[in-house]
């Protein structure tokens, strides 16, 4: 009897340390508007509003709440420490055995824009574009599908360390094309009273790269139980419709 006490009382014991490490976590991410950016002292945006479902669903909640920061730091702040959860990130063959990945939770599409104004830039296939400067954000997705495509930094590939200071570039024509997911490229310009239509060219769709969306994803040495329960409860936003309802009202 003493015995299957004792058991029963490390099973307990042993539930809750595990239900404690689980609630010992970070969220990071960055200012990608639509999908998620700060504003004021709260975090908004469609990816967001996934993230915090799920947080509600699990009744769980971040060491230091969702942490906004600049993508490289973002980055490598999820590729370093475990029980990190980030998002929204592109996925790819040099990021995929770093995480643990959830999702898809949004869709992107990817371009190389171009002014409209400049009536020279001619891309019929992605290796056409190797003749022009391309602008990037350090560390993200496109600069690393670029990079994995034959593509050089200091030749075709200039990074910035914000989406906004590389169009300010391309604005100043310091370089060709910028490469960008569409929705961000729009909310950015229009924030600052600028009319995509008007100033944007789409000379170039990264087609196999956006079909794969935008992902959440934990640090690959992160508690096992914790991602199972972010995974579960993501598959059951999918099932009982809140998902679709959130991906509806947003991109109606």
Do not use: C
């Not at 991410?29 to 504003?39: H, I, L």
């Not at 094309?177 to 909310?187: C, P, Q, R, S």
């Amino acid at each position: 009897m003493n015995k299957w006490l004792t058991l029963l009382v490390f099973f307990f014991v042993g539930v809750i340390i595990s239900n404690v490490k689980a609630q010992d976590f970070r969220i990071v991410t960055e200012n990608f508007p639509p999908y998620n950016y700060k504003t004021d002292d709260s975090i908004k945006g469609f990816s967001t509003g996934i993230v915090k479902t799920i947080l509600d669903m699990l009744k769980l909640k971040p060491k230091n709440g969702i942490e906004v920061m600049p993508w490289v730091r973002t980055f490598q702040t999820a590729r370093r420490e475990k029980n990190v959860l980030i998002y929204s990130m592109g996925r790819n063959p040099k990021r995929e055995n770093l995480f643990h990945w959830i999702g898809p939770i949004a869709p992107s599409k990817y371009f190389l824009f171009s002014l409209k104004q400049n009536k020279n830039i001619k891309i019929n296939n992605l290796a056409d574009a190797k003749k022009y400067r391309i602008g990037t954000v350090r560390e993200d997705v496109r600069e690393q599908y670029l990079l994995s495509q034959g593509f050089t930094k200091g030749k075709n590939i200039f990074p910035t360390s914000t989406y906004f200071s590389s169009f300010l570039k391309l604005k100043a024509k310091r370089i060709d094309l910028w490469a960008m997911n569409e929705m961000v490229a729009f909310h950015l310009l229009k924030e600052k009273g600028i009319d995509p239509n008007k100033v944007l060219k789409r000379s170039f769709y990264f087609d196999a790269l956006s079909k794969k969306g935008l992902y959440m994803a934990f640090n690959k040495q992160s508690s096992p139980e914790l991602v199972k329960k972010f995974q579960g409860a993501f598959l059951k936003m999918k099932e009982n419709g809140k998902f679709d309802e959130l991906r509806n009202a947003f991109f109606k």
